[in-house]
């Protein structure tokens, strides 16, 4: 039973063209991460929510916009993708905590743009 | 910024040999975790440490999370072919939940 739900799988998109993706869980946690990861490299942070509370890292592109309008949704928009922009997004979730903080991804989204 | 530094980058190895990667953050971890991360997966969650010296074991999988809580380890015994991914350690760093190492790449040779 998934738990982390991505959709789509594969997108692909046009230079420039916005995209959203999307993230939807079923474990009532509190926190929800989206990561970029590229070929051969580690997942790298995009932004997190605590509940509402939307935290941004300091290297994300403003292109990159993000919306979790409960807590069981969050979406990721690419306002102009650009050839950079191709790769796997990964979403995330974990409960706040010092134990058992542990992150269960989706099976992330891989995005083409032509 | 604060990060969490991970070697070595990639690792070949025999099949039924060991395997040991390592995890250092130049600040004191609360925690730490390891995912695993199989080609044309997505990370998958291994365990968490918690305590300072905390040793911790899967089957052949040894987990150790050092006094200081800045550096951490994952040995592989035996190592076998369905051991073949990617290894992360993540930790929060700042005001960072999780922030993840670069990984070390296993590959098994039969």
């Known amino acids: 039973d998934a738990m982390v739900i991505q959709n789509p799988r594969y997108q692909v998109t046009q230079f420039g063209k916005p995209v959203t993706l999307s993230c939807s869980q079923t474990?009532?946690?509190?926190?929800m991460y989206w990561y970029q990861q590229k070929s051969s490299q580690a997942p790298k942070l995009l932004f997190h929510?605590?509940?509402?509370?939307?935290?941004n890292e300091a290297d994300t592109p403003d292109n990159f916009q993000s919306r979790r309008p409960n807590t069981s949704f969050c979406f990721l928009d690419i306002r102009s993708p650009g050839l950079g922009d191709a790769a796997m997004y990964l979403c995330?979730?974990?409960?706040?905590?010092?134990?058992?903080?542990?992150?269960?991804f989706g099976q992330g989204t891989r995005l083409t743009v032509v | 910024g604060q990060q969490v530094m991970q070697i070595p980058q990639y690792q070949h190895v025999q099949e039924g040999e060991d395997f040991t990667t390592y995890c250092n953050s130049s600040?004191?971890?609360?925690?730490i975790q390891w995912y695993k991360q199989r080609p044309g997966g997505h990370p998958v969650f291994l365990i968490q440490?918690?305590?300072?010296?905390e040793v911790k074991k899967q089957k052949r999988l040894t987990f150790q999370f050092g006094e200081a809580k800045k550096n951490s380890s994952l040995h592989i015994t035996a190592t076998q072919t369905t051991d073949v991914g990617t290894y992360f350690c993540?930790?929060?760093?700042?005001?960072?939940?999780?922030?993840f190492g670069k990984g070390t790449r296993l590959s098994v040779i039969a």
């Open positions: 929510y605590y509940d509402k509370d939307f935290n």
């Open positions: 600040t004191t971890l609360s925690n």
């Open positions: 995330a979730t974990s409960r706040t905590g010092r134990l058992n903080t542990e992150a269960f």
């Open positions: 474990l009532n946690h509190n926190v």
């Open positions: 440490l918690v305590k300072s010296g």
């Open positions: 993540a930790g929060p760093t700042g005001n960072t939940p999780l922030v």
